[in-house]
């Protein structure tokens, strides 16, 4: 009977795995702004916030669903700065932070 319940604990140790890798996997497929990379295609998936900051970056131009590309990543704690149709907006990385993105396809240049 002890041999049983160590196995069941195991075996439910083991889903346990499996649910934390598959719950990790699914948190990776989106990243912030400020953690994804230069010169990639990037769909923005949330923007979090409150709405004054949410309904400026639409007026920008950016908004979910939108594709748009991070050219570049300022040192010592600078602004990013990004591509949306066409035009280059830098971000101060507090507000970039609160913008997820997924990477879809390598820019080309």
Not at 10 to 15: A, D, F
Not at 38 to 58: D, F, P, Q, T
Not at 61 to 72: A, D, E, F, L, S
Not at 77 to 94: A, D, F
């Amino acid at each position: 009977m002890l041999l049983i319940r160590r196995e069941q604990k195991s075996r439910s140790q083991g889903m346990n795995a499996n649910l934390e890798t598959e719950v990790n996997r699914l948190e990776m497929r989106y990243i912030e702004l400020t953690r994804a990379p230069c010169n990639e295609m990037l769909e923005v998936m949330a923007i979090y916030g409150n709405v004054e900051w949410v309904k400026r970056l639409e007026c920008m131009g950016v908004r979910k669903g939108r594709r748009i590309r991070k050219i570049t990543s300022q040192p010592f704690g600078g602004p990013l700065i990004i591509e949306v149709n066409g035009s280059k907006i830098s971000l101060g990385r507090n507000i970039a932070g609160k913008i997820e993105v997924e990477v879809i396809a390598e820019a080309s240049l």
